[in-house]
């Protein structure tokens, strides 16, 4: 399938409508997919752009065989880390920063967010970046589809914010971070 021309700014993931233990109900999954197409959201896979990886599709398989053949059984092991004992606290704290910067603003901070990493798209090492965020319901995906324009001070700003926390906690799977990112 050709790609758009011009590439559109926002994409539109769909693992979110599968993942769950109770899937996202035909009827609302697919109205979400019609606003997606009404709104130029027309990437739903990042392989439309970048093609294939070029190692087989069970590659993944084996990365997960890898993670529980090494995961301890111990009942305090959950998977995000960042969520748990008192690293949810401090999290919470850069949360409440963000969502701050969003309401002064006047948007979501789902909307700050997309705009703080296209802000990042064609700078520095950083090539075309085309976010694909999911949603399930058709007023998010018009929501993520709503491209703020976010100032260079902005940036800094928001930069800056996160530069002056130490998330707590890891965000991968300890240990899958390496098999993740090399």
Same mark, same amino acid.
């Given at each position: 399938?050709?790609?758009?021309?011009?590439?559109?700014?926002?994409?539109?993931?769909? +693992?979110?409508?599968?993942? @769950?233990?109770?899937?996202?109900?035909? *009827?609302?999954?697919?109205?979400?997919? *019609?606003?997606?197409?009404?709104?130029?959201?027309?990437?739903?896979?990042?392989?439309?752009?970048?093609?294939?990886?070029?190692?087989?599709?069970?590659?993944? +398989?084996?990365? +997960? @065989?890898?993670?529980?053949?090494? +995961?301890?059984?111990?009942?305090?092991?959950?998977?995000?880390?960042?969520?748990?004992?008192?690293?949810?606290? *401090?999290?919470?704290?850069?949360?409440?920063?963000?969502?701050?910067?969003?309401? &002064?603003?006047?948007?979501?901070?789902? &909307?700050?967010?997309?705009?703080?990493?296209?802000?990042?798209?064609?700078?520095?090492?950083?090539?075309?970046?085309?976010? %694909?965020?999911?949603? %399930?319901?058709?007023?998010?995906? !018009? !929501?993520?589809?709503?491209?703020?324009?976010?100032?260079?001070?902005?940036?800094?700003?928001?930069?800056?914010?996160? *530069?002056?926390?130490?998330?707590?906690?890891?965000?991968?799977?300890?240990?899958?971070?390496?098999?993740?990112?090399?």
């Amino acid at each position: 399938m050709p790609l758009p021309k011009p590439l559109p700014i926002t994409g539109f993931g769909l +693992l979110g409508m599968t993942w @769950r233990p109770s899937p996202t109900p035909d *009827k609302q999954a697919f109205s979400a997919m *019609k606003t997606a197409i009404s709104h130029g959201a027309t990437i739903w896979s990042s392989s439309s752009v970048y093609g294939m990886p070029p190692q087989p599709p069970t590659a993944g +398989l084996h990365l +997960l @065989r890898r993670y529980f053949d090494n +995961l301890r059984l111990d009942p305090s092991c959950h998977f995000l880390f960042c969520l748990i004992q008192d690293n949810f606290p *401090k999290n919470l704290e850069l949360v409440e920063r963000i969502n701050d910067f969003a309401r &002064q603003r006047g948007v979501t901070p789902a &909307q700050l967010a997309l705009a703080w990493i296209r802000a990042h798209s064609n700078s520095g090492p950083c090539g075309t970046i085309i976010p %694909t965020p999911g949603a %399930t319901a058709a007023s998010h995906v !018009e !929501e993520n589809c709503t491209a703020i324009p976010l100032a260079a001070e902005e940036k800094e700003q928001l930069d800056a914010i996160l *530069k002056s926390f130490d998330v707590a906690g890891e965000r991968q799977v300890v240990g899958m971070s390496s098999e993740l990112w090399g």
